[in-house]
């Protein structure tokens, strides 16, 4: 008898825990759900970038994003630096780029990021093949969405590295001629 009691009362912890569970008050999961929306606002940063155009000798510092959304003043700011430097033409980059930059900069304590090429022009772009190889025909620099960077300080294999953690867009390693490509197209590396 005592071995049927035992199963029986194992059976009924069970049970009603189960029922316990079933009959938590929503209260219970709205206090929790007000909890995590808490953590994911203060989750919620600004994003400054720190950049240096070294063809331009411009720098900028700029804090693009407010924590909510976009400041477009600072994007304008922004995409001036990484216009063409050949004619001085200006794109809308996307966001997510600099976004990328942010988050390689941050990795890298914040360090100014070294702009060597971000728009290109149509026109610039084709120059560029006529008198060098490895220059796409379709580049994504030609749409405001790729940059070829270096950090000070940083070795080129972990700025390298870093951008294919991220799992995001592609990744191109220039050693020879000291630059990491980055851009906001499908994930690839070469």
């Known amino acids: 008898m005592d071995k049927i009691d035992h199963h029986r ?8 825990a189960a029922l316990g569970l079933v009959l938590i008050p929503d209260a219970a999961f709205a206090a929790s759900s007000a909890s995590t929306a808490k953590k994911s606002k203060s989750a919620l940063r600004t994003r400054t970038l720190l950049v240096k155009n070294i063809n331009t000798n411009e720098t900028i510092n700029s804090t693009y994003f407010n924590g909510k959304s976009y400041d477009k003043t600072e994007l304008s700011r922004l995409n001036h630096i990484f216009r063409d430097r ?6 809308t980059i996307d966001p997510q780029l600099y976004d990328k930059l942010y988050y390689l900069q941050k990795q890298f304590g914040n360090k100014q990021i070294e702009l060597i090429c971000g728009y290109r022009s149509l026109d610039s772009n084709n120059d560029m093949r006529s008198q060098k190889r490895g220059v796409a025909k379709h580049s994504y620099h030609t749409l405001g969405q790729a940059a070829d960077i270096r950090i000070d300080g940083v070795s080129l294999r972990s700025l390298r590295d870093a951008a294919l953690q991220m799992n995001s867009g592609g990744v191109g390693y220039y050693p020879s001629s000291d630059f990491v490509h980055v851009d906001t197209g499908p994930v690839r590396n070469w």
């Not at 050949?86 to 794109?91: A, L, M, P, V």
């Open 9 to 16: 009362r194992k059976w009924l912890t069970i049970s009603g």
């Open 86 to 91: 050949r004619n001085d033409q200006i794109t």
